[in-house]
């Protein structure tokens, strides 16, 4: 973890005793503080650090719980996402992905698993292409696919495949699936598509999510592969709580 200077110095002068804190604090100061506070305490960096952390974790918690509350219904109902799963269902497992991702590809017989189990499940997918030029091209043709009614048969076969999710690979799957190719290139360039992936961009971003899968049940922000059996007690809480 990188830390900005200043906002270290600051860190540790919380730390200092509190004479210390009752003289003038200006920059020359805090820093002389702080070189003192080190030669006799060398533990005091780490529990800077730890404040410093800790702090920062608060402040993005506040921010993700904010999130949830004004854009919840985006996250869950978004009519430009695609829905697998119950579309009625009482719990929304809703899940952030890339096709290039090899932890996405794993965590699909976990998420398939789940629903199959469950019927009361709504699984909402948003396509995150983070990975390069082949993942926008694949989630581009993923979304497409829902004007030929293919979205759930073309996400499973492209999450089965060998190799990299590159135009190629995309249109053999495509074609494979029985989709018209000439109107999936064509439907690809409609605005809701980039719509879609915009605003994945941008709840991703504001959820504080920095990598795929990764997923919103409920309450809970989860980063990362999970397993079912994971999946299942986090479904199980949302539930709860929703009672």
Not at 203 to 223: D, K, M, Y
């Amino acid at each position: 973890m990188t830390l900005r200077k200043p906002m270290l110095a600051l860190a540790m002068a919380a730390l200092l005793p509190m004479p210390a804190l009752s003289q003038e604090l200006d920059e020359a100061r805090v820093k002389e503080l702080v070189l003192e506070a080190i030669r006799e305490n060398p533990e005091i960096v780490m529990e800077a650090v730890a404040l410093l952390e800790q702090q920062q974790a608060d402040a993005q918690a506040q921010t993700q719980a904010e999130v949830m509350r004004t854009q919840r219904d985006l996250i869950e109902r978004d009519p430009n996402a695609p829905v697998l799963g119950n579309p009625d269902g009482d719990v929304t497992v809703v899940e952030f992905f890339d096709y290039n991702c090899p932890y996405c590809r794993q965590v699909k017989l976990e998420v398939r698993a789940l629903i199959e189990e469950d019927p009361k499940i709504r699984l909402v997918y948003r396509e995150w292409p983070i990975l390069g030029d082949g993942s926008v091209f694949a989630a581009k043709a993923a979304l497409a696919a829902r004007e030929q009614g293919k979205y759930e048969e073309f996400h499973w076969a492209m999450m089965g495949i060998d190799g990299r999710a590159e135009e190629v690979s995309v249109m053999r799957v495509a074609e494979e699936i029985g989709l018209d190719l000439d109107q999936l290139r064509k439907d690809m360039e409609a605005p809701e598509v980039t719509e879609h992936i915009e605003t994945s961009m941008r709840l991703t971003q504001a959820l504080g999510f920095n990598g795929t899968p990764s997923f919103v049940i409920g309450e809970a922000l989860v980063p990362g592969f999970v397993e079912k059996d994971q999946l299942t007690e986090l479904v199980t809480e949302a539930r709860g709580a929703a009672e």
